[in-house]
């Protein structure tokens, strides 16, 4: 199946400076996902400008709790194909927009922009990942008309990375580690040791539709699951995560190898891979406008207490295959986060 269409959204990781015109109040206190507002977004300014009418609905569940987050999880909806063509939102036809979880803390802007690099990351590592995009989001409230400024991400549809990949995503409730694709599947568990994320399951889920914080493809003849929702990682190392003490770790920035034995074959290669990657990826940290110094410094930390792990035999054997699944199911998911 050949790649339908180009997204110009997702061309560069250049900063997308918007606006949204949107009830943010109403949206704020009603956090019922199946209500549409009516809306705008729009971008460029003076003559050049583009407005685009959408309605835009809060979706999510962990971060959709007011106890969580002050504002939650976006999804804008565009429904006029002739509106966006031409436009940077040409072939887009629903977005997620992760947003920041308290706009009034500045240490939830740090979050947010470390759980987009983790993003950033597995894109180094691979194309079968899910693109993103940074932007900065002037909100207009059309309830109130007061406005503020927050950055936000957007992620790229399903369906569009389905399209990209030259895939098909599946609607199903689960699957099993035997017909995944092995390579793929060994490098996402990778990175999620990486990102310090033990909040997924590659194969089941608690709800209608596999995976948790995975999304399913059929490429060929291959399965691919493919990881997202990344804010509960030791990487972001969130305020409102909580370590998994079922698997005994103490401090959401423990980490724990969650990956299949039976991919163990790929383990040197990919291995290599990280290696390989490992300058692109840290540089991804160092170069951001958008972290403070000591946020930087911390990730990178972080980030180098992996690579300590990969390049040392006794460690790979201690924390990675001695700690791998031998069933081919991840039998439980940790929760119910975000979709």
């Known amino acids: ?42 971008y460029g300014v003076d003559a050049h400008g583009i407005k685009l009418d959408v309605q835009v609905s809060v979706r999510g569940k962990y971060r959709r709790q007011p106890m969580i987050c002050k504002t939650p999880p976006l999804r804008i909806l565009f429904d006029n ?18 947003t920041q979880c308290d706009p009034y803390n500045s240490n939830y802007e740090s979050y947010l922009v470390l759980e987009y690099l983790a993003y950033r990351i597995l894109n180094q590592i691979t194309p079968r990942s899910f693109n993103v995009r940074l932007a900065r989001i002037a909100y207009t409230d059309t309830d109130s008309g007061k406005s ?17 990949l030259g895939a098909r995503h599946l609607e199903i409730d689960q699957t099993s580690a035997v017909v995944l694709e092995s390579s793929h599947l060994n490098q996402a568990s990778l990175f999620q ?59 959401i920035r423990d980490r724990r190898y969650r990956g299949y034995c039976r991919n163990n074959d790929f383990l040197d290669d990919n291995i290599e891979l990280f290696n390989h990657e ?62």
């Open 148 to 164: 503020r400024t927050s950055l936000g991400f957007f992620i790229e549809h399903k369906k569009r990375l389905a399209n990209r």
């Open 81 to 98: 194909d002739n509106q966006v063509e031409g436009t940077i939102f040409e072939n887009q036809k629903r977005l997620k927009l992760v």
């Open 193 to 251: 040791l990486l990102i310090g994320n033990v909040d997924w399951s590659a194969t089941s889920t608690k709800t209608d539709e596999c995976c948790h914080n995975y999304k399913l493809f059929q490429e060929g003849d291959s399965l691919l699951s493919i990881p997202y929702d990344f804010d509960l990682s030791g990487l972001v190392n969130a305020r409102y995560a909580k370590p998994a003490t079922e698997m005994g770790l103490k401090t």
């Open 278 to 339: 490992r300058a692109a990826i840290l540089d991804l940290f160092q170069t951001s406008p958008y972290l403070p110094e000591r946020k930087k410094k911390s990730a990178i930390s972080y980030l180098e207490g992996f690579y300590r792990i990969i390049n040392n035999p006794k460690r790979v054997t201690r924390v990675i295959t001695a700690k791998c699944h031998k069933s081919i199911m991840v039998e439980v998911p940790l929760a119910s986060r975000d979709d």
């Open 1 to 42: 199946m050949p790649a339908v269409g180009n997204d110009p959204l997702f061309d560069t990781h250049e900063l997308l400076e918007l606006t949204l015109h949107a009830p943010i109040k109403t949206l704020n206190r009603n956090r019922d996902t199946s209500i549409r507002y009516p809306s705008s977004i729009g």
